[in-house]
């Protein structure tokens, strides 16, 4: 059906309007100038929400026959116009989606004059980032992993729309704990009357009548889920000490020992009457894993459900009357994206129906409420997108899928992360994470080998990523989002301001580079940033200012790294679907040529160049894999460094003098330990970071210094009402 059509005059999505009679495009009541030809494109694209509508239907409609005009051109730059308008980003998009070569999508759910204008189920997702310095790099820009402050909670009205004849909900604050403890997990208990919460000393009981708090397991840390039992007197968690990975254990409120219920599994919850429990185990990042298993609450009787070696799933949840569960599945897609979407798997049938698909889909908050709403949680569009927020929308559970239209819950600044809910369903607690990575500077010395005690080298409110050092020793070369985009920057050791540099309007990859000389800084932008399908353009600009030039275009460009003179050679990596491509490249001139191939079995990998030019050291990321592969680039054989008692390697960067390694291991997905691993493959701690994000350390050409990536967080729980 094509909507907006005869007397209709509003159509509404998010917190815009559109006046098709005026030809006029609103936020929260605010006229947004737009052009008349972007405005015709969003016409038509509001007209069949969540269809796929050709750049041919474009044309016809925009654009007839008898009009001479460059059509590609003219329809790229009404996109891009409108795109700006809604503060939406090809790269991300939350509005409008391009399906290469086809045409576009609108995705927002859209409402006419109030009413439901949008099905509901997209079987067909838009790539979104792909989370990790996956080239390891888009969790931490985008924190895919976990993560702040509640607040804003003004814009409610704006965004639920079908909730406006009913009172705002309410927000209130359970902890307050300090950045430096921050809240890992919590669960309400079912009948109110408990919180139960996590943070780095341990984990704890709080009375809300009283706000008295006691301990729960007072010699176990690293606890990363928390859920109840439905009598209120146990609750199910999951804790690991590294290296092993997590188990499952049942721990009374009353006291006594721990039960353990299995000796894996994670993110786990228990059936409405208390008789099952659906939890993940396998291969996995933090609280992600590639199986989801069922089990007796007792945990006997385990059996696999199912498994997604190709990506990973997150909590898994049980529908109000058990026949189903929910759970986000993800896998990476092109240009290191991650594709994203929530699926329900009848356990009768045991048929899977998808029923939203959305690469902005945030993978930690998923919950079916006892009235039969999902509640699921998606990340902002720009300018908050460093924010996420919940959702819910009604499960028709004779077929799975959404029914009516998905209203917001909750409005706020920073990550809404493991929602839990009283079981009258008036009461959804959650974590509200505000994480941001940071550069931190530390002497280095490979006798012992050990570090001096990190400090802090960048306070903005961005995320600051480190990737290299001057010539001269004095300043690192990092990648930040501070402005809003992302942008190249140098900062000296002893200053606290950064410089950015190649001031230009390109949307920048989230990586950079020096040449060999440290003359240049090598980048990559989409060679149209409006289409992710497009090849990668590396780019090179003067460190001390001059316009770019382009060094080589390909496809799927990831990682790239040089040496360090006199060697005078550079390599990129192209994440291809099955497999790793490392080529060797000439900065000045381009000219590559393949070096290597590294087949992809259910994980990435993370490589460097080693600054001599000689090798390329590779390890599969958050595997339980201690090798390190070491590739000769002068035709020796190909060597593997067995590394004892660790693995869940997350990140590899060469030593200055190319004798060892710095990399970061979470065998556990508990928290980064940062090793320095010499050439015979002898393992030595040099720091450890409690949290699950990546960390990695950049040594400065003199080998003197590092700069370490390490991430900074606030959470605490809070509670929301009359949602």
């Known amino acids: 059906m094509t909507l907006g059509t005869g007397t ?53 409609q925009i654009w007839p026959q008898d009009t001479f005009v460059d059509f590609d051109n003219s329809l790229n730059t009404a996109i891009n116009k409108l795109r700006d308008a809604l503060g939406d980003s090809a790269a991300n998009p939350r509005f409008i989606a391009t399906l290469p070569r086809r045409g576009y999508r609108f995705l927002a759910p859209v409402t006419v004059d109030g009413t439901s204008a949008s099905p509901m189920s997209r079987a067909t997702s838009a790539s979104g980032p792909w989370t990790r310095k996956r080239e390891f790099v888009g969790a931490l820009l985008a924190i895919v992993v976990v993560a702040g402050m509640g607040g804003g909670w003004f814009l409610w009205r704006q965004a639920v729309g079908s909730r406006s004849s009913q009172a705002p909900v309410t927000l209130r604050r359970l902890t307050t704990n300090a950045s430096e403890n921050w809240i890992i997990a919590s669960a309400i208990s079912p009948d109110g009357k408990y919180l139960a919460y996590s943070d780095k000393a341990g984990a ?19 606890i990363t889920s928390l859920g109840w039992f439905p009598d209120s007197s146990q609750l199910l968690v999951s804790w690991a000490t590294p290296p092993t990975r997590k188990s499952l254990w049942a721990v009374s409120i009353l006291g006594g020992n721990a039960r353990q219920i299995s000796d894996e599994g994670w993110s786990a919850s228990v059936s409405p009457d208390g008789s099952r429990i659906v939890f993940l185990k396998g291969a996995g990042f933090g609280e992600t894993g590639q199986e989801i298993w069922l089990m007796r609450a007792n945990g006997a009787d385990q059996r696999k459900l199912m498994s997604f070696p190709e990506g990973g799933f997150t909590l898994p949840v049980w529908s109000p009357d058990e026949r189903w569960i929910a759970y986000l599945k993800f896998k990476p897609g092109p240009n290191n994206n991650e594709e994203h979407w929530i699926e329900v798997f009848n ?31 998606m990340d902002e569009p720009p300018p908050s997108q460093k924010s996420s927020n919940f959702w819910a929308a009604r499960i028709d559970l004779s077929t799975g899928r959404f029914v009516g239209t998905p209203a917001r819950i909750t409005s706020g600044d920073g990550f809404v992360v493991k929602p839990s809910v009283t079981a009258d369903g008036k009461h959804l607690v959650f974590n509200r994470a505000k994480p941001q990575s940071d550069v931190y500077v530390s002497e280095f010395s490979a006798r012992g080998p050990r570090l001096s005690t990190p400090r802090r080298l960048t306070f903005d409110e961005g995320d600051d990523l480190p990737f290299d050092w001057t010539p001269d020793n004095k300043a690192v070369l990092f990648i930040s989002n501070r402005t809003g985009t992302t942008n190249i920057f140098r900062q000296r050791i002893d200053e606290t301001s950064a410089e950015m540099l190649v001031v230009d309007q390109e949307k920048k990859s989230p990586i950079c580079r020096l040449s060999p000389d440290g003359s240049q800084i090598l980048y990559s932008v989409l060679t149209n940033p409006s289409d992710n399908s497009q090849p990668m353009r590396l780019m090179r600009a003067p460190i001390n200012g001059g316009p770019p030039q382009i060094v080589l275009e390909a496809p799927a460009i990831g990682n790239f790294e040089c040496s360090h003179a006199p060697a005078a050679i550079c390599a990129f990596g192209q994440e291809m679907p099955k497999e790793l491509v490392i080529s060797v490249f000439d900065p000045a001139i381009g000219k590559p040529h393949e070096v290597a191939k590294l ?40 060597r593997e460094l067995v590394v004892k008692n660790w693995s869940g390697f997350t990140s590899l960067d060469w030593a200055a003098d190319s004798k060892g390694l710095f990399v970061s291991s979470n065998p556990a997905g508990l928290r980064q330990s940062l090793l320095y691993i010499d050439l015979a493959g002898n393992p030595h701690q040099i720091w450890e970071v409690n949290h699950v994000w990546t960390s990695w350390a950049i040594p400065s050409r003199n080998g003197k210094y590092v700069a370490i990536l390490a991430p900074t967080a606030d959470s605490n729980v809070w509670m929301a009402e009359n949602f």
């Open 8 to 60: 209709t005059k509003i159509l509404c999505f998010a917190i815009f309007e559109v006046d098709l009679r005026a030809g006029e495009l609103r936020k929260q009541g605010k006229r947004i100038k737009l052009q008349e030809q972007p405005f015709q494109v969003l016409r038509i694209l509001l007209q069949r929400p969540d269809d796929v509508v050709t750049r041919e239907e474009l044309r016809s």
């Open 204 to 222: 704890y009981l709080l009375l809300r009548s009283t706000g008295e708090v006691r301990s729960l397991l007072a010699k176990v840390s690293d």
């Open 347 to 377: 356990l009768e049938q045991g048929t899977k129906t998808v029923v939203l698909s959305d690469p902005h889909l945030e993978v930690w908050g998923l919950l079916w409420l006892p009235d039969g709403r999902l509640v699921y949680a």
């Open 599 to 638: 087949q992809k079995q259910t994980t990435d990998w993370a490589w460097g160049l080693s600054p001599d030019g000689t090798s390329i050291a590779a390890v599969t990321f958050g595997a339980a894999d201690n090798r390190i592969r070491l590739l000769s680039l002068s035709g020796q054989p190909t």
